[in-house]
């Protein structure tokens, strides 16, 4: 699964108005995490997850600024996240299920926040590219 | 079996009142059908899907979608009783339609995002939830009749 040339257009441009409010989009996808699939709090048992949480906000902050390099990164995803693949296989060893439901969360909150941006080609192209993303964090995982 | 609280009955008919069927039915198939285009493979005869504005522009998708839509508003109205509210669709996805009831997952999340870009703010943490576990127990009663023919064990789909 590659992305296309009108696929990246789209990614880039969306990511550029998401860098401007990257945390607070950061917090919010997390927290539609933890409220529609509780069980995705099991892999956070040393979080304080209440609503305003500094550590949650800090966690949300990283997961975007993460999905912001592989977007800076389009053309070689691999390589931009390949620390970031390591760590998923040998040390988190999230079960990969789960990268589809944060996938799910974060473009939810993406279109609640840009509706005038989160056209059907806009949906389609981030679905593809948070798909190509969680199979780079997972491809290590045996 | 699927259980929801009152805030959680309450925050789905809210929004579902405010809802036009009709176009969140074409938008949501539509969308279905261009981000997950593999699932154009039951539309064969629904004429141009050559494009994500064909699709959301075709006739046959948005009338389609309402009658989906339109089916799920039922869901709404027996939430407490889910399976057997789509018990008779059940049989017929599986023994007429042939459909592969991982479908209704990517349905029911198309459809939470539509909602949440049609409703923006209003769809908070607690509506998307509330959402979430709705669209789940759509899915699991249409898969609930899932038989498909003879299996190994004849009587085993009771």
């Known amino acids: 699964m590659s992305l296309t040339k009108t696929e990246r257009t789209l990614i880039v441009s969306m990511w550029a108005k998401i860098s401007t409010q990257a945390d607070t989009i950061g917090t919010e996808t997390l927290e539609r995490l933890f409220l529609s699939y509780p069980q995705t709090k099991t892999y956070f048992p040393h979080f304080d997850l209440h609503p305003g949480s500094a550590q949650l906000q ?7 600024a993460a999905v912001g390099d592989a977007a800076k990164n389009i053309d070689n995803i691999g390589a931009a996240l390949s620390k970031l693949s390591e760590l998923h296989a040998y040390v988190l060893r999230v079960d990969p299920v789960n990268f589809k439901l944060l996938s799910h969360c974060l473009l939810v909150t993406l279109a609640a926040r840009f509706p005038a941006d989160f056209t059907a080609e806009a949906h389609a192209a981030w679905d593809k590219f948070l798909a190509v993303v969680s199979s780079v964090l997972t491809e290590k995982y045996r | 079996m699927v259980h929801f609280t009152a805030e959680e009955k309450a925050a789905v008919t809210s929004l579902w009142s405010k809802i036009n069927v ?4 074409g938008e949501a198939l539509g969308r279905l059908l261009v981000v997950y285009p593999w699932t154009q493979r039951f539309f064969d005869s629904f004429g141009n899907l050559s494009s994500p504005s064909a699709i959301l522009g075709n ?23 889910l399976k057997t509210a789509f018990a008779k669709l059940s049989e017929l996805h599986c023994d ?63």
């Open chain 2, 59 to 81: 006739p046959k998708v948005k009338a389609h979608g309402k009658k989906v839509l339109t089916s799920f508003g039922d869901a709404i109205k027996n939430m407490d009783n």
């Open chain 2, 96 to 158: 007429k339609l042939h459909v592969d009831p991982e479908n209704f997952k990517l349905l029911g999340n198309v459809l939470v995002c539509v909602l949440a870009h049609n409703f923006d703010k209003e769809f908070t943490l607690q509506v998307q939830a509330a959402y979430q576990k709705v669209v789940a127990g759509v899915a699991n009663a249409l898969a609930h009749k899932y038989h498909c023919g003879p299996g190994l064990f004849p009587d085993n789909h009771k």
């Open chain 1, 58 to 64: 800090a966690h949300g902050s990283k997961v975007v």
């Open chain 2, 22 to 25: 009709e176009e969140t039915g």
